[in-house]
């Protein structure tokens, strides 16, 4: 006997077309159908099964953001997280600024829909954040707060201050800066800093956080700012370590267990034990080269929003596949 499925005649299709109309453009229920067309519930259930099976009726999805639903979901439930935005992959190669400006453009519209005045936001430095802070157009009032330092050397524009400035005046609520390098000579000086009277109220909010928007580095170069704004000898020691990605300067091996090294001494920023107890964490990682840094991060449970590309998003689930037992 044939595993086919039989399609069905003009005059059953007919019939079928009409049942799943009712159902799925008119919402009409099973049971307002039945007594319509004369017959029982179950059976207009199994008809809307085999319209679909069929081909009859096809299922599709129209949302507002270019958004691929399959990998979303598929690494959302690989990591169980609680929301994951997976860009479409482009028909054409496209530049690393405009995916960036893609992946912030998402971020934002997200994050206009799920801040509430209640909450005290967070962010960290990045491009993709500030390419986020770009396209937000508006934020309930809140308090902002920065979690890192600023990376020296960079253009005015894309120093964290500036960005949680801008949202903050976006949100009209209050701003709390950090106005202080990221990376610091050594622990002496990072400490009498954190001691300064802004920067101290700063870090005095971190417990405060009730949504922070962070972006995921890997420890390798030109894939984290932190990792090039360190000498040579010292991203490389912390490399023979087993880091793997790098989070507002907190460093994460490959299981996602934060890692205790000299760079967490001379770096003003959130601690890897303030990031992991914020109730939601939106994190931005994007591109293949991070795919092993994402995942990293993933089975930390720090995150429960992941915003990605399709990239990074193929072979992320091809690492989740392959340890499946080490998520949290």
Not at 56 to 77: K, M, Q, T, W, Y
Not at 178 to 207: H, M, N, S, Y
Not at 239 to 246: C, F, L, P, S, T
Request: aromatic share 4%; with cysteine; hydrophobic share 45%.
């Amino acid at each position: 006997m044939s595993g086919k499925k039989q399609i069905p005649g003009l005059v059953e299709s007919l019939r079928l077309a009409a049942v799943a109309r009712r159902f799925y453009e008119q919402g009409a229920s099973k049971l307002e159908i039945a007594d319509e067309f004369g017959i029982s519930r179950f059976k207009v259930a199994r008809m809307l099964d085999t319209a679909r099976e069929s081909g009859i009726v096809r299922v599709g999805f129209h949302l507002p953001a270019p958004v691929d639903l399959v990998l979303s979901e598929e690494i959302r439930a690989a990591y169980r997280l609680d929301r994951v935005l997976v860009l479409e992959r482009a028909p054409e190669p496209e530049s690393r600024e405009v995916a960036r400006r893609k992946i912030g453009t998402l971020a934002a519209q997200l994050l206009a829909e799920i801040v509430t005045p209640g909450d005290v936001l967070g962010l960290s430095w990045a491009r993709s954040v500030n390419a986020m802070t770009d396209a937000i157009q508006s934020l309930p009032k809140c308090p902002v707060v920065q979690l890192c330092g600023v990376q020296a050397g960079m253009d005015m524009r894309d120093r964290s201050v500036e960005t949680v400035g801008r949202v903050a005046s976006v949100s009209g609520g209050q701003a709390y800066p950090i106005f202080g390098p990221l990376v610091l000579p050594d622990r002496r000086t990072t400490e009498t800093l954190r001691r300064q009277p802004g920067i101290a109220e700063t870090f005095g909010q971190f417990k405060n956080l009730t949504k922070a928007v962070v972006s995921i580095g890997a420890w390798k170069p030109e894939e984290s700012t932190v990792f090039d704004a360190l000498d040579e000898t010292e991203r490389g020691a912390i490399a023979k370590r087993g880091a793997k990605a790098e989070v507002s300067a907190r460093l994460f091996d490959a299981d996602g267990t934060p890692m205790s090294t000299g760079l967490a001494h001379h770096v003003l920023a959130i601690s890897a034990e303030e990031l992991l107890a914020v109730p939601e964490v939106i994190a931005l990682g994007y591109t293949e080269p991070k795919a092993e840094a994402i995942d990293a991060v993933l089975r930390s449970g720090m995150v429960s929003t992941l915003i990605t590309d399709a990239a990074a998003a193929v072979p992320l689930l091809k690492l989740a596949e392959a340890r499946p037992h080490s998520l949290t």
